[in-house]
């Protein structure tokens, strides 16, 4: 039987991040949202942890990646403020992904920047996954690579790419044309100023707002053989893609959980009719169903986690990456609105977070 408890060192990891979404993250993510950014000086302290450098030491990082650990990292952070924290894991993705299915010599021009803990605050990479029609499941990719001559030409969009206007590296996931399977699935590096790319910057967006993102027209547009990352199909291109669902659907269920527990706060000191609201079996019953599903969420969230870090057989790794995201995106957006309802008319103002969580989560779909 599979046994999910962190390790000591996990729980201590934990501990910092939630320690940094109470004090830090939560108290911030209104004015994130207001200035569409996160404070220059909470990128700083993250950085300064060691958090939000999951790269080996030979590149300055904090150590091997490990799909677990982050994911309870980025559910901390999700609790705190889901928007900051895509904001972190959006950037971390592009470099990451560069790790996974990269050469040595792109490694050694992308990596250490990341891992300095003096400047890498300063530093944002990106991985555009989601196309214009579909959403972030990999059998929905389908812009498209085809070889002509000596460079290589890329046809499609791509949707809500965080830090996509300003990043380095600038990943994108596509297919060979003509693929529809794993085996054709790539990643290659988007050099800025690439004719043929049209990158537009989103915006009065519902959600996510202090994460900024951008979308893509890619249209022709012809790049050298050398920014692949990989071959097609490689398994490092398949488990970055899959890290990034593990860690969407911490992010959502750190967001689920703040509602939750924001809501409990609330219905124990809110009176009516003489005794606190969470006394009354219509909100009793809410709560317990957003703890169930919660809780079920995070095991489908652990046992992708898990697998990703035991290499399992890749269609397995997706099939459970997916299934994960799915779950805990459609938990975390049911949630926020039920925390909503358990405040009332004063969910609907800025006083409180609700209103902003239940958009983030929204957003994240």
């Not at 942890?49 to 990082?61: I, K, R, S, V």
């Not at 012809?222 to 490689?234: A, T």
């Not at 779950?327 to 957006?333: D, F, P, W, Y």
Request: with cysteine.
């Amino acid at each position: 039987m599979l046994n999910f408890a962190p390790t000591e060192e996990q729980e201590e990891i934990r501990s910092l991040a939630h320690s940094l979404a109470e004090e830090q993250l939560r108290p911030q993510g209104r004015e994130a949202e207001r200035a569409a950014r996160v404070p220059t000086d909470l990128l700083r302290t993250l950085a300064q942890t060691g958090l939000t450098a999951p790269f080996p030491e030979e590149f300055g990082g904090s150590g091997s990646l490990e799909a677990i650990t982050y994911a309870l990292i980025a559910e901390e952070l999700g609790f705190g403020d889901g928007a900051i924290a895509m904001h972190v894991i959006g950037s971390l993705m592009g470099p990451v992904t560069v790790l996974l299915a990269g050469n040595e010599q792109q490694r050694r021009e992308y990596l250490p920047p990341f891992c300095d803990e003096r400047s890498s605050y300063t530093h944002a990479g990106s991985l555009a996954f989601a196309e214009r029609t579909g959403g972030y499941t990999v059998d929905e990719i389908s812009t498209s690579v085809r070889r002509e001559g000596d460079a290589l030409v890329v046809n499609g969009s791509k949707r809500d790419v965080i830090h996509g206007a300003q990043s380095s590296p600038r990943v994108v996931l596509a297919r060979l044309e003509g693929s529809s399977d794993l085996d054709g699935l790539c990643a290659f590096l988007l050099p800025d100023e690439t004719p043929g790319v049209q990158i537009t910057p989103d915006t009065n967006k519902l959600g996510l707002i202090a994460a900024p993102s951008a979308a893509y027209a890619l249209e022709g547009a012809r790049i050298s053989p050398d920014c692949l990352l990989g071959e097609s199909g490689s398994a490092g291109v398949i488990r970055a893609a899959t890290l990034y669902q593990i860690l969407r659907a911490a992010v959502a269920c750190g967001t689920a959980r703040a509602g939750l527990e924001y809501a409990a706060d609330y219905a124990r000191q809110r009176i009516a009719f003489g005794r606190p609201i969470v006394s009354y079996q219509g909100i009793a019953f809410l709560f317990a169903e957003m703890a169930m599903k919660l809780d079920a969420a995070r095991l489908y969230l652990w046992r992708a986690a898990t697998d990703w870090d035991k290499q399992a057989e890749l269609t397995t790794l997706v099939k459970e990456a997916e299934a994960a995201q799915y779950q805990a995106i459609k938990m975390a957006k049911a949630a926020t609105i039920d925390t909503i309802q358990i405040l009332g008319g004063a969910g609907f103002i800025q006083d409180h977070p609700a209103e902003m969580w239940m958009r983030n989560a929204a957003a994240m779909d």
